[in-house]
């Protein structure tokens, strides 16, 4: 079981930025999609961002699309998201997770198995 761990959040003021990483266990990234997605407080988990395995296919959501950018370093096994442009919409615990199954599902929650315990995201107005 690979194991991921999110940290890079804490609370910030509208129009700030913050940079996610997602350390995994072991040879992960690069190998499978990897993404990130949130979930606010009374909502639903969201998609937010993937990348393909070659690294060559990345989608976002609208909401964070022109403000968010999905990258990693293959050689530290980290995923990273970096978050410009903050506003109090975007407050909400962020989780990487990889899809451990063959091809690319992009933005389809059910094909990620493989989750971290989350970080949080706070956005002051």
């Known amino acids: 079981q690979v194991q991921l761990v999110e940290s890079g959040g804490g609370l910030v003021q509208a129009g700030e930025s913050l940079r996610l990483s997602c350390a995994a266990s072991?040879?992960?990234?690069?190998?499978?999609?990897m993404a990130w997605f949130r979930q606010a407080p009374g909502k639903e988990r969201e998609f937010v961002a993937v990348l393909s395995s070659g690294g060559d296919i990345t989608d976002y959501a609208d909401s964070v699309k022109g403000r968010f950018t999905i990258s990693r370093d293959n050689g530290k096994n980290t995923l990273y998201l970096q978050m410009n442009g903050l506003q109090p919409e975007d407050t909400a615990v962020y989780y990487c997770?990889?899809?451990?199954?063959?091809?690319?599902?992009?933005?389809?929650?059910?094909?990620?198995?493989?989750w971290g315990q989350g970080t949080q995201v706070t956005v002051a107005s």
């Open positions: 997770a990889f899809d451990p199954s063959r091809g690319y599902h992009g933005s389809d929650p059910t094909y990620y198995t493989n």
């Open positions: 072991r040879r992960t990234v690069g190998t499978k999609p």
